[in-house]
Antibody, heavy 129, light 107 residues
Framework: EVHLVESGGGLVQPGGSLRLSCVAS????????MGWVRQAPGKGLEWVAN???????YYVDSVKARFTISRDNAKNSVFLQMNSLRAEDTAVYYC???????????????????????WGKGTPVTVSS | DIQMTQSPSSLSASVGDRITITCRAS??????LNWYQQKPGKAPELLIY???SLQGGVSSRFSGSGSGTDFTLTISSLQPEDSATYYC?????????FGQGTKLEIK
């Protein structure tokens, strides 16, 4: 069975740092993009970052230069290093697998269609003094 | 950035009803549109990807359509377990923005 399990969340002061981890199981990890999505208390979903490999990483503007996404394929893990944290970063952070398979005419193949097809349960991050 | 706007923000319907949620993109996204369901206290789950492809294990009561800038999620014959918040998301360009969500209450 496919699973994503996040850890590393907690309470941190403004300006502080946290490193979130996500361990994957049940699928060929290095075949997939991976990502993070967050949800502030009582709010909607916000895409944060995606990673394919060491060379392809993308971020929402609000976290660029502060957050770094990385992965260790040998450990089936993806990470989110969060620095210079702000109150507005307070949220539940979800690890996601990014699917890209698309079937057309009975033929399925990798594509440029991306969707978050597996989600972890989330890890809460609170930035407060 | 492409902005996604859902309507309505909330709705209430009865068991057996057919409902439609609309998602509009601020610019064309072809068919790069996904739908997610989130129940209270739970992680979101993928319902539909690439506008109309049903994710495995999802009830056939859910369907999606649209192209360009206007998309719809339809749930036929509502069931009590459909009570949730529904989000659209575009994957045409970074950042992969979500809509603000539509909260569905089952009367």
């Amino acid at each position: 069975e496919v699973h994503l399990v996040e850890s590393g969340g907690g309470l941190v002061q403004p300006g502080g740092s946290l490193r979130l981890s996500c361990v994957a199981s049940g699928f060929t990890f290095n075949r997939y993009w991976m990502g993070w999505v967050r949800q502030a208390p009582g709010k909607g979903l916000e895409w944060v970052a995606n990673i394919k490999d060491g060379s392809e990483k993308y971020y929402v503007d609000s976290v660029k230069a502060r957050f770094t996404i990385s992965r260790d394929n040998a450990k089936n893990s993806v990470f989110l290093q969060m620095n210079s944290l702000r109150a507005e970063d307070t949220a539940v952070y979800y690890c996601t697998r990014v699917g890209d398979e698309y079937c057309s005419g009975g033929v399925c193949s990798s594509s440029y269609y991306y969707y978050m097809d597996v989600w972890g349960k989330g890890t809460p991050v609170t930035v407060s003094s | 950035d492409i902005q996604m706007t859902q309507s309505p923000s909330s709705l209430s319907a009865s068991v057996g009803d057919r409902i439609t949620i609309t998602c509009r993109a601020s610019q064309t996204i072809s068919n790069y549109l996904n739908w997610y369901q989130q129940k209270p206290g739970k992680a979101p789950e993928l319902l539909i990807y690439v506008t109309s492809s049903l994710q495995g294990g999802v009830s056939s009561r859910f369907s999606g359509s649209g192209s360009g800038t206007d998309f719809t999620l339809t749930i036929s014959s509502l069931q009590p377990e459909d009570s949730a918040t529904y989000y659209c998301q575009q994957s045409f360009s970074i950042p992969y923005n979500f809509g603000q969500g539509t909260k569905l209450e089952i009367k």
